[in-house]
């Protein structure tokens, strides 16, 4: 047991210079992570924005069509005001024309209300794609930021999560799953040594002199009653004062 707990000593200081190379790069990841999903909301938007326009510009030359056949039409009834022969014929014709006159103005007027709509979307548009530039931009100065120091860590790191590597498999897997479960519930700090005065080098408390001697000992593994860390002997650590 006492090389198992020598082990786990081992890896807890291996995973400490693991969780130090993380510090160094801080919230890069997160901030390329963030800035990644701002470029993509925006090019979702500009696309969405770009395909609206071109159902506006569809309409408005749609509409522009049937005006033009609409005056097309206006004018065949203007001529053949002039051929009428009766009073009825007269006011069946002029009804035409003003259902025709009528059905052009609303028409030009959704026009005019599609005219306005596209300048504002084009504003809109412009608008977006300087946002994106400037997102872009940003993402692309986390992103040399995040790899230069990923550059400069990148040969420790390896080197540190293959010596981790040997080290978990060295290790009983329930010893293994004991010291994950407590690595991720307290902050990376799994294994502490002993103190002086018989303190638990995690939560500073107080141990029972009997469970002192026993985790001396190294013959088996021992949790702090208090903080529930793995408690283990180091010589140096012990007459280290608090």
């Known amino acids: 047991m006492k ?12 995973d400490l210079q693991l969780k130090q190379l993380e510090a160094l790069r801080g919230d890069l990841p997160h901030q390329v ?39 097309e039409r206006q004018k065949k009834y203007q ?6 022969k009766n009073n009825r014929e007269y006011d069946a014709v002029s009804m ?11 028409k030009e007027t959704r026009i005019i209300e599609l005219i306005t709509l596209e300048e504002e979307l084009q504003k809109s548009i412009a608008s977006s794609e300087e ?7 940003r993402l692309s100065d986390k992103e040399g930021d995040l790899k ?22 060295k290790l009983p897997p329930r010893i293994l799953g004991t010291y994950q479960r407590i690595f991720n519930a307290k902050n990376g700090l799994a294994v502490v040594p002993v103190m002086r005065h018989g303190l638990c080098g995690g939560c500073f408390k107080n141990l029972p002199p009997q469970r002192v001697l026993e985790i001396r000992e190294m013959k088996r593994m021992y949790l702090c ?10 010589e140096e650590a012990a007459n280290q004062e608090v």
């Open 148 to 169: 230069k120091r990923l550059g400069q860590t990148e040969k420790q790191e390896k080197s540190l999560r293959t010596e981790r590597d040997k080290l978990a498999k």
């Open 79 to 84: 001529d053949q005001l002039y051929q009428v």
């Open 131 to 137: 946002e994106e530039s400037q997102v872009q931009n």
């Open 3 to 14: 090389e198992v707990l020598e082990w786990l000593v081992e890896l807890q200081k291996v």
């Open 96 to 106: 035409e024309i003003e259902s025709v006159k009528e059905t052009i103005s609303n």
């Open 33 to 71: 992570e963030m800035l990644t999903q701002d470029v993509n909301q925006v090019k979702t938007t500009l696309q969405e924005q770009k395909i609206q326009l071109q159902d506006f510009h569809k309409e408005k030359d749609m509409l522009e069509l049937e005006v033009k056949e609409l005056e």
């Open 225 to 234: 009653e208090v903080c529930g860390r793995i408690l283990v002997w180091d």
